[in-house]
């Protein structure tokens, strides 16, 4: 029984058997191959839109990653190795602002006159927080963020790393030979003997063993664990170092106290002349001393090219630690601070301090004692100000008096100028003007002790209607006009600044620091490695010994230490002659000395058969 035509159905087959055709043979002929030729293209196209990888007319379907998805995203790309550098990088860059533009914590008055002499750029720096870098939200954002990076990563690392102590080395891979370093000898040492030799060998040389079957008996071993111990301390001390810096910036307090020689000072908050603290700071993390500048000393050098030059400062002081605390002497200099529990006391500025005697225009004394003068260059030529202002003029009626100038410790008529030849107290000498009114004390904001504010004031003038001011020395007196009163100048005493620094977070910072450098270097130094040691019997009888290493990181260092470890083990399992089976073989006793086999690395070595699932090179984490 035959068909016609390709393509038939099974009923145009049984009709044509059966002679019962409904149309010629070639009409139905040229159908079916139109039909087969139909559904084959049809089949082709269904076929190629399955396997290309164009887009359709149908839209791709995409699946969303969710709510959840998104956040895993987002915590792998946090505490991933580029952005924990990124974010380290952004940290280091806030830091340049935050050194270059003065800061309000640390010199108000240095912004102030900034804002003064940029009034374009101060209002941009405002709105930017460069004033104020580290506390602003845009610093603090790239803190947090670094410091959840790095927890982040330390955690789960930490966990791996304990799972590894606890876990055995891996097993010996069944080609050995296929490690990067390999070694291979005989030895008349029987297996048992060669493996127990070896795995003391190990042992004594810190390497963690594990004897195991695999192939006849062998010995595997790992050493080199202290480098992920240096990596994890490394990322541990610097979230030390975070907060340790964020303690610091949190619980700081800093405060400065001028103090003229005989005067004393209390540690709380009303004595400071200015006073900056953390946000989370508390008055009642002062400690409690008070101390009393008993006498300052200042040495300069007398002749040579650094006349002039300070010599020594030193501040001797009387201090009482609490309430009733009994006074102790001390002594305060330049660099070294005294510490009184978690506070320093440092010596910062020291000056003049010319005494004066001030009588109204009714004779009684309005003012009596040492007015503090500010340092103006290396000489001490020094300007400031004496305010009265309980004072009456010669009718009675109540005034206020103002007198501003300069005063040289050393002066010089012959040099035609006012200022001082030499910081030593030699030829002092003080210039005054003096004026009279409202010194703008009793109401409004706050003034500068040390600054002379003449708005609502007026000079006084002279006989020719100038300016009202005078030259004294000590002992003079200057006579204000019209029996206004008088200024007499006693004599000078000196003063010194101090600054009050507690400080928190300073010994985690040091340590943190020590333990960074510490961990940095093991990492970087420590080499993670691993040894196997097999030994079998041969046909010939003899045991073959074979020794091969693999470093988790690349060393150049391995290839010798696995010479030198089949050097000792030669002790143990020496060097059989060759025999003449081994001759008819092929398998010679090669050379005990370890060998670098990059071929054998790029033949396999980079995924030995063995059951523990950190082969991987090291490197995924941070």
């Not at 910036?249 to 603290?277: A, C, H, M, P, W």
């Not at 020794?547 to 988790?552: T, Y």
């Not at 060097?575 to 089976?581: D, N, W």
């Amino acid at each position: 029984m035959s068909t016609t035509g390709t393509g038939k159905g099974a009923a145009d087959a049984a009709a044509d058997e059966a002679g019962e055709a409904t149309e010629p043979a070639g009409v139905r002929g040229s159908a079916g191959a139109a039909a087969e030729s139909g559904a084959d293209s049809g089949s082709e196209r269904a076929a190629a839109a399955q396997l290309s990888t164009a887009p359709g007319e149908e839209k791709l379907n995409v699946p969303s990653l969710g709510p959840l998805g998104w956040l895993r995203w987002f915590w792998r790309q946090l505490t991933s190795m580029r952005v924990a550098l990124i974010l380290l990088f952004l940290l280091s860059l806030g830091a340049i602002p935050g050194s270059i533009v003065p800061q309000t914590p640390v010199d108000a008055l240095r912004v102030e006159q900034f804002r003064a002499d940029h009034t374009t750029l101060a209002p941009l720096y405002d709105k930017l927080q460069l004033f104020d870098v580290y506390t602003s939200v845009w610093f603090s954002a790239i803190y947090i963020l670094l410091f959840v990076s790095l927890i982040g990563c330390i955690v789960p690392r930490t966990w791996q790393f304990v799972g590894q102590l606890r876990a055995r080395p891996p097993r010996a891979p069944r080609r050995l030979d296929r490690m990067p370093v390999y070694t291979t000898w005989r030895t008349a040492a029987e297996p048992e003997e060669t493996l127990t030799a070896a795995r003391s060998l190990l042992r004594r040389r810190r390497f963690r063993t594990h004897r195991d079957g695999s192939g006849g008996g062998a010995v595997a071993s790992e050493k080199g664990y202290l480098r992920e111990v240096g990596n994890l301390l490394f990322h541990i001390a610097l979230i030390v170092l975070l907060l340790a810096f964020a303690s610091g910036q949190l619980f700081k307090s800093e405060g400065r106290k001028l103090i003229v020689q005989g005067d004393g000072f209390s540690n709380v908050l009303t004595q400071y002349d200015d006073f900056q603290s953390g946000s989370l700071f508390d008055p009642d993390m002062l400690d409690p001393f008070a101390f009393r500048l008993k006498e300052f000393h200042a040495t300069y050098e007398e002749s040579g090219p650094n006349k002039g030059t300070p010599r020594d400062y030193r501040a001797d002081i009387a201090i009482a630690k609490g309430a009733d605390g009994t006074e102790r002497d001390a002594t305060i200099k330049v660099n070294h601070p005294l510490k009184v529990g978690s506070s320093k006391i440092y010596l910062i500025a020291n000056g003049y301090a010319p005494a004066v005697t001030v009588k109204d225009g009714k004779g009684n004394i309005a003012y009596r004692g040492p007015v503090p003068f500010l340092q103006q260059d290396n000489n001490q030529t020094s300007s400031g100000v004496v305010k009265v202002t309980d004072y009456l003029d010669a009718k009675g009626r109540k005034d206020q008096l103002g007198f501003q100038g300069f005063f040289v410790p050393d002066f010089e008529p012959s040099s035609g100028t006012m200022f001082s030849q030499s910081p030593s107290l030699k030829n002092p000498a003080m210039f005054l003007t003096a004026y009279h009114g409202n010194l703008g004390v009793d109401g409004g904001p706050a003034q500068n002790v040390y600054q002379l504010d003449t708005d609502n004031m007026t000079k006084f003038k002279d006989e020719d209607g100038g300016p009202f001011a005078e030259k004294l020395v000590p002992g003079s007196t200057m006579k204000l006009p019209n029996g206004a009163g008088s200024l007499t100048f006693d004599g000078v005493e000196k003063w010194a600044n101090f600054q009050v620094s507690h400080q928190v977070g300073n010994g985690w910072a040091l340590g943190g620091a020590l333990a960074a450098i510490v961990g940095l270097a093991g990492s970087l130094f420590i080499q993670r490695r691993r040894v196997w040691v097999r030994a079998y019997t041969a046909d010939d009888g003899q045991t073959v010994v074979e020794m091969a290493a693999l470093g988790r990181s690349e060393s150049a260092r391995l290839p010798d230490e696995l010479a030198s470890l089949a050097t000792d083990m030669q002790a143990a399992a020496p060097v059989a002659a060759e025999s003449p089976a081994a001759d008819a073989a092929g398998e010679g006793a090669p050379s005990a000395d370890a060998v670098s086999g990059d071929a054998a690395a790029a033949d396999g070595a980079a995924a030995p058969d063995s059951a523990d699932p950190a082969e991987a090179p090291e490197g995924a984490g941070k």
